[in-house]
């Protein structure tokens, strides 16, 4: 498969390097330096370019890929406001794009399973949830977009939550409300913990990845599953696929 990367920064080179490694081609790669290589015979060979750039360019990053008739799959987050257009978009015919907040195949089965525990939960009210992110120092905002995306599949699953909330030191965060804890550690590239606690035991799950490799992976095999494909898909659809799964994702 031809390949196209958007953005080279850590992402993109680890993106380069596995793809390679799964035998694809790399025929164009576009950073700030060479933004006009949409429009090149290289950049509109590819069969899938893969999106990891800022929120401030990503929306325009892929109108330029529709124009060049090249579908995308993009992993940058912060732009969702213009999402519903791109959607329409492709619903006409004027592009393809797959989009995901976090490409790690582990982490979506995680989610996968938290979704259905959530919904088993929702009869026993002996049990209190609660959430803990770990990830790197450098990683300033919390909590993590995964833990939201948690904590909101639980919430709408769960009618004794009616809210997520980070406790504030000493305080509790109140009834009906999901605590997120945050801590920052190291070079933690990031773990999720989900506790489900009675007062006769206790139930965890949860997840930690080894690197951001991960995150590359399910990218490249989101391009993989992306190719041939016209329309607007999420990760939830090509693992739905995968498996032969319907209403798991």
């Known amino acids: 498969m031809k390949l ?3 953005g080279y920064g850590r992402m993109g080179h680890m993106i380069e390097e596995i793809a390679k490694q799964r035998g694809h ?6 950073d700030v330096d060479n933004p006009d290589a949409f429009d090149t015979s290289d950049y509109r060979s590819a069969d899938v370019a893969i999106e990891f750039t800022t929120p ?7 109108l330029k890929s529709f124009v060049s008739k090249v579908p995308v799959v993009c992993g940058t987050t912060g732009w969702l406001d213009a999402l519903p257009d791109l959607k329409d ?12 907040s976090n490409f790690s195949i582990g982490v979506n089965i995680f989610m996968a399973v938290n979704r259905y525990l959530a919904q088993i939960m ?16 450098h990683k300033l905002d919390h909590p993590s977009g ?10 709408s699953r769960v009618t004794r939550l009616d809210c997520w909330k980070e406790p504030e030191e000493g305080k509790p965060v109140g009834e009906n409300t999901l ?8 070079e933690v590239p990031g773990t999720h913990i989900i506790t489900w606690d009675s007062s006769v035991d206790k139930i965890t799950i949860s997840h930690e990845a080894k690197s951001r490799e991960g ?3 399910g990218a490249v095999k989101a391009a993989e599953w992306l190719k041939g494909k016209k329309g607007y898909y999420t990760i939830s659809d090509m693992l739905s696929d995968v498996t032969h799964t319907q209403g798991i994702f």
């Not at 081609?25 to 576009?30: A, D, F, G, S, T």
């Not at 929702?122 to 120092?137: A, C, L, Q, R, V």
């Not at 605590?179 to 190291?186: A, C, D, K, M, V």
């Open 179 to 186: 605590p997120i804890n945050h801590e920052r550690r190291g």
């Open 215 to 217: 995150f590359a992976l």
């Open 89 to 100: 978009m492709c619903d006409k015919g004027q592009g393809t794009l797959l989009y995901a």
């Open 25 to 30: 081609k790399i025929v164009c790669i576009i």
């Open 146 to 155: 995964t833990a939201i995306t948690l904590a909101e599949d639980m919430v």
């Open 4 to 6: 196209a990367i958007i």
């Open 122 to 137: 929702n009869d026993f009210p002996e049990y209190t949830p609660s959430m803990t992110e770990i990830h790197h120092i």
């Open 56 to 62: 401030g360019t990503a929306v325009e990053n892929i």
